[in-house]
């Protein structure tokens, strides 16, 4: 650990003078809270998620660049909404009896904006404070200016991580796009939106007027496949086994029920992008913001799902956040923007922008937090699962794959774990996996820094164990235990360690690094370089060649500046945004610590 970096006193100072900015610019949002009524926290609450719901399809679906915000203030205010939904819950709990009808007006649209954007530069500032603590991010001050880059440490492989992310995704696209073919060929395209403008009408209200439209069961099912890649992929970024046990209903019909909602959300962005252009008058922000009776949409998933209405009442109450949820909202700072929120009793929210990001990953964070069975049940196949996942990569008669986890012993107490392990015919060389399978989607910068820490602990922990035993009891042992039997019955040539984290597994930038005597590497490298290498006759010595090389080698990208002035303070955040390039050549722009 870099003690220094994070220990300097010029350090901890300036950390302090953002810790006391960001105190200033949550007591505007408190202040703003306070001011209101009880009751009147559910009209808030409404107008923020049209604010969010509105500017999330302007900033991820319009082709026009007319009314998009930057990066950064996109990020920031997205990031504010976990802090101001957790205010207004916890203000409004047992004040809301129905849904107030208001229309949408700029001025309080405006007011929710600036509240939105309070908050998330307290998340910002308060975050980027604890980074400086712990060397991530360098400071400098002169006066009543504050400079803040990414410490060298810290680019050594936080984008790393971002980009294999990224190529992971691509490459699960591709190979999910089999399960079944979309058309999204412009002529299809333009039918589905002449059909879908047909069947929607003006909705008149004395308080605006919104969008309503019929029912099509074509249209449900074009939109039901249309989500269908995402909602696997995210299900099983989150860790959601279908198996898992979650107190009345399974990770399956979570999963199903998800599903539905994401399309469902979906197809209403798109009913209410064709309505606009057909009915003059149509308020955007109140129509893609809509509510529903609890026992209205648990019909329609019991009809869709074919499931008991007590499982799908079981999985909804998973993914509907409550106003007793305020306090996890108030202390998480990953963004968790729900798929439903309950306003009181039997009426619901359903804000579209829940599926722009993972929502398995909120539903999941959230019911851990307050249930040690479900957090348990959650983990419970894990390990099996990434087991499975690694071993239908090497399928086939080349490769020996032991079917499940061997215990090593020695004097009849067990030393350590292989969690899975694979013998290649060709080539003689025998691999040990450790997996870890740990979540680093909190935004907590002291969380994902314990989680690193276990996690270097523990790799280094086990090959320290599995090391000595081989010395001692030699490969032709270690062949017995894991029942392994070279064809030309001579000992394996080459005995390789392997530790893979199912998300992250480069922790340099939170100060820990792993022995040499083992390749780490996370799940997206490891996927990818199986897929990118192919079947060559020495698989895991080219692997290992370019983990070494891709880790080596900086991610091109551009600092994307940011000035923050507030209360008397310049602050510059000379990187902390960036943008980057694809292979494919499309630019991309992240925020650090976006993705763990």
Not at 22 to 35: T, Y
Not at 49 to 69: P, T
Not at 111 to 138: K, Q
Request: aromatic fraction near 8%.
């Amino acid at each position: 650990m870099d003690e220094s970096a994070r220990t300097a006193p010029a350090a901890l100072e300036i950390a302090e003078r953002l810790d006391r900015l960001a105190r200033q610019e949550l007591d505007e949002v408190e202040r703003f809270i306070g001011s209101v009524p009880p009751i009147e926290c559910a009209v808030l609450l409404i107008e923020a998620c049209r604010c969010l719901d509105h500017m999330h399809v302007v900033q991820m679906l319009s082709a026009k660049e007319e009314g998009k915000l930057s990066v950064h203030d996109f990020d920031i205010i997205v990031r504010g909404w976990n802090m101001l939904f957790g205010l207004m819950q916890r203000k409004g709990e047992g004040e809301f009896n129905g849904v107030p009808l208001r229309e949408s007006v700029p001025e309080l649209r405006q007011a929710l904006m600036g509240m939105l954007h309070f908050a998330g530069r307290y998340v910002l500032l308060n975050r980027t404070a604890e980074m400086v603590r712990h060397g991530m991010v360098a400071a400098t001050t002169i006066g009543d200016e504050i400079e803040l880059k990414l410490s060298d440490r810290t680019l050594s492989d936080h984008f790393h991580d971002q980009v294999d992310h990224g190529k992971f995704a691509e490459l699960n696209a591709k190979a999910l796009s089999g399960y079944k073919a979309i058309a999204t060929d412009a002529s299809t395209m333009q039918h589905l939106r002449d059909v879908m403008g047909k069947l929607t009408f003006p909705w008149r209200t004395p308080q605006g007027v919104m969008v309503g439209y019929s029912a099509d069961p074509e249209i449900d099912a074009y939109f039901l496949d249309a989500v269908t890649q995402n909602t696997l992929q995210w299900r099983d970024d989150a860790g959601i086994h279908p198996r898992a046990e979650l107190g009345g209903c399974s990770g399956g019909l979570l999963t199903t029920v998800v599903h539905l909602l994401m399309s469902f959300h979906t197809k209403h962005i798109m009913f209410v992008e064709e309505a606009i252009k057909l009915h003059p008058g149509i308020n955007q922000h109140m129509s893609l913001t809509i509510w529903k009776t609890r026992s209205d949409l648990i019909t329609s998933l019991v009809t869709a799902t074919a499931a008991s209405e007590e499982e799908v009442s079981v999985a909804l109450d998973l993914i509907t956040v409550r106003a007793d949820d305020a306090a996890y909202f108030l202390t998480e700072q990953a963004p968790g923007i729900p798929l439903v929120i309950e306003l009181c009793n039997g009426y619901l929210l359903t804000p579209v922008s829940g599926v722009f990001r993972n929502p398995f990953n909120a539903i999941r964070m959230l019911r851990e937090s307050t249930s040690v069975a479900i957090r348990n049940a959650f983990r419970e196949h894990r390990e099996e699962w990434m087991a499975e996942d690694l071993y239908a990569l090497f399928e086939g008669p080349r490769f020996q794959r032991v079917p499940s986890q061997t215990k090593l012993r020695r004097d009849g107490q067990v030393v350590t774990d292989i969690d899975a392990a694979i013998f290649d015919n060709a080539t003689g060389e025998l691999v040990l996996f450790q997996l870890k399978w740990q979540d680093f989607t909190s935004s907590s910068v002291r969380t994902q820094r314990s989680k690193a820490k276990n996690f270097s602990d523990q790799v280094q922990g086990w090959a320290g164990k599995v090391v000595p035993w081989i010395n001692q009891f030699g490969v032709a042992g270690l062949c017995r235990a894991l029942k392994i039997k070279p064809s030309d019955s001579t000992e394996p040539r080459v005995v390789r360690l392997i530790a893979i984290g199912r998300s992250n597994a480069r922790f340099r930038s939170y100060g820990y690094n792993t022995a040499g005597n083992m390749l780490v590497l996370p799940w997206p490298q490891f996927a990818r370089l199986r897929l990118v290498i192919g079947p060559g006759l020495d698989f895991f010595e080219l692997l290992t060649q370019a983990v070494i090389s891709e880790n080596a080698v900086p991610v091109e990208r551009k600092p994307l500046p940011y000035v923050l002035e507030r209360h008397g303070l310049r602050v510059t955040f000379r990187d902390i945004w960036s943008g980057f390039e694809s292979d494919d050549g499309d630019a991309g722009a992240t925020a650090v610590g976006q993705l763990r």
